[in-house]
């Protein structure tokens, strides 16, 4: 079993719809939790960080954390032609320079006009 | 803020060829990674280095694979000779390497295919 769990879909979901990703993981002790964007033939962008359980709100963007379930979800509303690319988890036992991450395989996502 | 530059963007190469691949990070971050990225899956941390120190190697396979980073600043990743399953997108990354939070920057990467 890999540590980190993702759907690698793709998804493809009409403009204005609300978009739900997910990853489940089985180390008990990830406290970090981290989404990140990544279009097509660029790098990873960091989109949402959030310590330990709960949600975390940045615009049409959720993040949220169930620590007791193994589960992190990322919500978009309103999702955007724009937000087409495709999402990774990633997830850390430790905090700073010292810290590795573990990274889900990504969900690729297409947000239709 | 410049962001982390990479160079070159592509490369295609013959198997046992040589190749290398360099990368500048953001100004005055100390930390900087090298990732593996194969098509459809999440990248994989080849090297860390912290300043001109490396802080994990565990995933580089060493018989073909060698980075440094000159002067804690610049790095170059190498890879000799190359295989088939070299084929990936490799990722830079530079972290201000302090904080409990530390976030990654990444470059576009260097999408490297091996014939």
């Known amino acids: 079993q890999k540590e980190v769990e993702q759907d690698p879909g793709p998804l493809s979901v009409p403009e204005g719809a609300i978009v739900s990703l997910n990853c489940t993981y089985s180390n008990s002790a990830f406290q970090y939790f981290m989404w990140y964007r990544q279009y097509s033939r660029k790098g990873p962008e960091l989109l949402m960080y959030?310590?330990s359980s709960g949600n975390k709100e940045d615009g049409r963007f959720t993040a949220q954390v169930d620590k007791s379930s193994k589960y992190i979800s990322l919500f978009i509303r309103d999702s955007q032609p724009s937000d087409s690319a495709t999402y990774l988890c990633?997830?850390?036992?430790?905090?700073?320079?010292?810290?590795?991450?573990?990274w889900g395989l990504g969900t690729s996502l297409a947000v239709n006009p | 803020e410049a962001g982390v530059a990479q160079s070159p963007r592509y490369k295609i190469i013959e198997k046992r060829q040589s190749v290398a691949f360099w990368c500048n990070p953001i100004s005055g971050h100390a930390t900087l990674y090298w990732y593996q990225q194969i098509l459809g899956q999440g990248p994989k941390l080849l090297i860390q280095f912290q300043n001109n120190g490396v802080v994990d190697d565990s995933q580089l396979p060493k018989d073909r694979f060698s980075a440094e980073r000159l002067k804690g600043v610049d790095s170059t990743l190498k890879i000799q000779p190359a295989k088939l399953e070299d084929s990936a997108v490799y990722l830079c990354a530079s972290s201000p390497g302090s904080g409990s939070y530390n976030e990654q920057f990444f470059g576009p990467g260097t999408r490297l295919t091996v014939l």
């Open positions: 990633a997830m850390s036992a430790s905090a700073g320079n010292n810290r590795k991450l573990i």
């Open positions: 959030t310590y």
